[in-house]
């Protein structure tokens, strides 16, 4: 069995410790959630357990054979590249061989009467079949599929950020591997790519590592989970699920023990003020002991303060949007066509469809930063708008984070009416005196985002834009989020693919179904897509079916141009019926076998190979069969 053994790990940035002497192995076949807050160093220990130079210090245990693919939370692709060739540029032994063998083919064309040149080639034939590169085109093409990416020959530059983010996921997956490393691999899925995702990652032989904030994902997935917390790891045995269950119970428990803790600092503070001389060795030792209790009390309140949000908001009246007959097209594709709707006040709209159909410019149209084609929106009088958008924007890099704070929003409130300074602001927020006054490019992605989110929120928004906002935040700000969207008195949009986040967060659904069609449902999330799957496989029975009715309105059409049939027609049409008999038994154990989860991916990939070729030889012979029996 593989194992990898991680120990000593450490990093810090100047004065401050992202984690330190952080020890864990990871096994043959597991699924490890890791979990933290954002700029507790999640990503940086991802890092470092690939390039090891990137910590102060880390030793690594492993096989030599052990193969990480990692796939990093900003991936780096060639982008004057195709994206076949984009895909087939990891460093991956199969990727080189493949890369070599294409190389060598294109001299053999050009050379083919060069010995060594025939030699190199037919020796890199043999390392092909060896190592069943063959195949590997197919299945690079059946994941960037199931990842929504079908313009292969495409160049990297002209993708978009998301599509070049699932172009590096089926980079890393493709390749042979003992352990996968995904840094946010959900980030730009829809929940087509997801579902299938998380099919892959449960089928997959080797070991998983990952960093997720969707946590159906997270919960369908893992089968340990580590949080990376008080510059260390904790390991909790099974999915989030589980995870939730044993952390309510370690903190009741470390509640119950600090409840105890306060009783016997009590009691050593009445002690210490009835003014006790500390001469004898026992009145030292007790002196002792109240300072190391209060220390650990002072330390513990500091760890378990909570993050909230506590942000007064401004009044706001029952009309918020009313869009009249809107039409907008991007790019040449309907976005909007003649679309009419009135949001109102408390209503959470959850806006959902394919990557790619419009929702982000549907947004920015709301928030009128993109002009309509025709029709109007129009804006209530009392809506102060807050739009937290997929990318941050206007933040200085060179500024420090209680500078940028300050200069957003001054005379802030809290519900109770109280003023709260920018620091006090920074603290609900989880940034310690350190942070506030470190530059935001010290910031990590995930911190940038939480600062920008604070920046949105101290605005005292009445109607808040989402779009995507569970991208790059951690699930215990997402959570607070989640929480303080339940008690917002206004009005929320959001565009996510997250379905937890939908499903706590939204009343109805906008469902962007391309060409600028756009449908209201009033089923969560989760049903909705429950929903769709039935109909999904309903329009494939009927496709079937289908093409059934169009061979037999083939035969009848064709039925004038023949009376009967030749003796070796005759004799193909004996031959026929149990050959259609063989290949439909044939075909019920296929799809039994692709449906199996029990199958890894190879077989998986296999098995959908053999499946249609089958359907396409099923429909051949039944097309055949009837174009005959019409003329018995």
């Given amino acids: 069995m593989k194992t990898l053994n991680v120990s000593n790990a450490s990093k810090n940035f100047g004065e401050r410790t992202l984690f330190k002497n952080v020890t864990f192995t990871i096994n043959e076949n597991d699924r490890i959630g890791l979990l933290g807050l954002n700029g507790v160093g999640k990503t940086t220990l991802l890092d470092g357990m690939v390039n090891q130079e990137d910590l102060n210090t880390i030793d690594i245990e492993k096989p030599k054979d052990y193969k990480i693919n990692y796939l990093k939370q900003q991936p780096e692709l060639d982008e004057n590249l195709s994206v076949t060739d984009a895909v087939f540029a990891g460093e991956s032994a199969q990727f080189k061989l493949i890369r070599k063998y294409e190389a060598s083919l294109n001299e053999f064309n050009t050379h083919s009467d060069d010995k060594k040149i025939q030699s190199r080639f037919f020796d890199l034939q043999e390392k092909m079949n060896a190592a069943d590169a063959w195949q590997m085109e197919s299945d690079v093409k059946s994941i960037l599929n199931k990842l929504g990416i079908t313009e292969l020959d495409k160049k990297v530059a002209d993708l978009s950020g998301g599509q070049q983010r699932r172009v590096a996921l089926a980079q890393t997956l493709i390749s042979d591997a003992d352990l996968l490393i995904l840094d946010e691999p959900t980030n730009h899925l829809d929940y087509q790519a997801i579902d299938w995702l998380e099919g892959y990652l449960n089928k997959f032989k080797g070991s998983v590592m990952f960093v997720t904030h969707d946590r159906y994902f997270l919960n369908k997935v893992a089968n340990r989970i580590f949080e990376l917390e008080h510059q260390n790891v904790t390991e909790y045995d099974g999915n989030y699920e589980k995870y939730l269950s044993q952390k309510a119970a370690n903190e009741a428990t470390m509640a119950a023990v600090q409840h105890h803790k306060t009783q016997?600092?009590?009691?050593?503070?009445?002690?210490?003020?009835?003014?006790?001389?500390?001469?004898?060795?026992?009145?030292?030792?007790?002196?002792?002991?109240?300072?190391?209790?209060?220390?650990?009390?002072?330390?513990?309140?500091?760890?378990?303060?909570?993050?909230?949000?506590?942000?007064?908001?401004?009044?706001?009246?029952?009309?918020?949007?009313?869009?009249?007959?809107?039409?907008?097209?991007?790019?040449?594709?309907?976005?909007?066509?003649?679309?009419?709707?009135?949001?109102?006040?408390?209503?959470?709209?959850?806006?959902?469809?394919?990557?790619?159909?419009?929702?982000?410019?549907?947004?920015?149209?709301?928030?009128g930063e993109v002009p309509l084609d025709s029709g109007t929106i129009k804006t209530g009088q009392t809506v102060k708008l807050g739009y937290y958008t997929q990318y941050t924007q206007n933040m200085d890099s060179d500024k420090r984070v209680i500078r940028y704070l300050e200069g957003i929003g001054?005379?802030?409130?809290?519900?109770?009416?109280?003023?709260?300074?920018?620091?006090?602001?920074?603290?609900?927020?989880?940034?310690?005196?350190?942070?506030?006054?470190?530059?935001?490019?010290?910031?990590?992605?995930?911190?940038?985002?939480?600062?920008?989110?604070?920046?949105?929120?101290?605005?005292?928004?009445?109607?808040?834009?989402?779009?995507?906002?569970?991208?790059?935040?951690?699930?215990?700000?997402?959570?607070?989020?989640?929480?303080?969207?339940?008690?917002?008195?206004?009005?929320?949009?959001?565009?996510?693919?997250?379905?937890?986040?939908?499903?706590?967060?939204?009343?109805?659904?906008?469902?962007?179904?391309?060409?600028?069609?756009?449908?209201?449902?009033?089923?969560?999330?989760?049903?909705?897509?429950?929903?769709?799957?039935?109909?999904?496989?309903?329009?494939?029975?009927?496709?079937?079916?289908?093409?059934?009715?169009?061979?037999?309105?083939?035969?009848?059409?064709?039925?004038?141009?023949?009376?009967?049939?030749?003796?070796?027609?005759?004799?193909?049409?004996?031959?026929?019926?149990?050959?259609?008999?063989?290949?439909?038994?044939?075909?019920?154990?296929?799809?039994?076998?692709?449906?199996?989860?029990?199958?890894?991916?190879?077989?998986?990939?296999?098995?959908?190979?053999?499946?249609?070729?089958?359907?396409?030889?099923?429909?051949?012979?039944?097309?055949?069969?009837?174009?005959?029996?019409?003329?018995?």
Wanted: hydrophobic share 30%.
């Fill in 264 to 367: 016997m600092y009590k009691k050593e503070l009445d002690w210490m003020r009835a003014g006790v001389k500390a001469r004898g060795t026992k009145q030292q030792a007790r002196i002792d002991r109240f300072n190391d209790l209060k220390d650990d009390l002072s330390d513990k309140r500091e760890e378990q303060g909570e993050m909230s949000i506590d942000i007064a908001q401004q009044r706001l009246g029952n009309d918020v949007f009313k869009i009249d007959n809107a039409n907008l097209k991007f790019d040449d594709k309907d976005i909007i066509d003649d679309f009419s709707y009135l949001v109102s006040r408390g209503d959470r709209i959850g806006i959902t469809g394919s990557n790619g159909s419009g929702k982000t410019t549907f947004l920015n149209a709301i928030a």
């Fill in 410 to 632: 001054q005379n802030v409130h809290n519900n109770d009416g109280e003023k709260m300074s920018a620091s006090q602001l920074l603290d609900t927020f989880k940034f310690d005196h350190q942070m506030q006054g470190a530059f935001i490019r010290e910031l990590s992605g995930g911190e940038k985002r939480r600062l920008y989110l604070l920046a949105i929120l101290i605005t005292q928004p009445n109607v808040l834009l989402l779009d995507e906002p569970t991208n790059n935040l951690d699930i215990e700000t997402l959570t607070i989020l989640e929480n303080y969207l339940e008690d917002f008195k206004g009005t929320v949009l959001a565009v996510s693919h997250d379905r937890y986040f939908l499903d706590k967060v939204a009343g109805k659904l906008l469902i962007f179904q391309g060409n600028g069609k756009i449908v209201e449902s009033y089923d969560s999330y989760s049903g909705y897509l429950e929903e769709m799957n039935k109909k999904e496989q309903e329009r494939h029975q009927q496709t079937k079916e289908r093409k059934s009715e169009n061979a037999a309105e083939a035969k009848s059409e064709n039925s004038s141009e023949k009376t009967k049939l030749t003796y070796a027609e005759q004799m193909e049409l004996k031959k026929l019926e149990p050959q259609i008999e063989k290949l439909d038994d044939e075909i019920s154990k296929l799809e039994a076998q692709v449906n199996d989860d029990s199958n890894d991916y190879t077989k998986l990939m296999d098995f959908q190979k053999q499946l249609d070729e089958a359907n396409k030889k099923g429909d051949e012979l039944m097309e055949r069969w009837e174009y005959l029996s019409q003329f018995v």
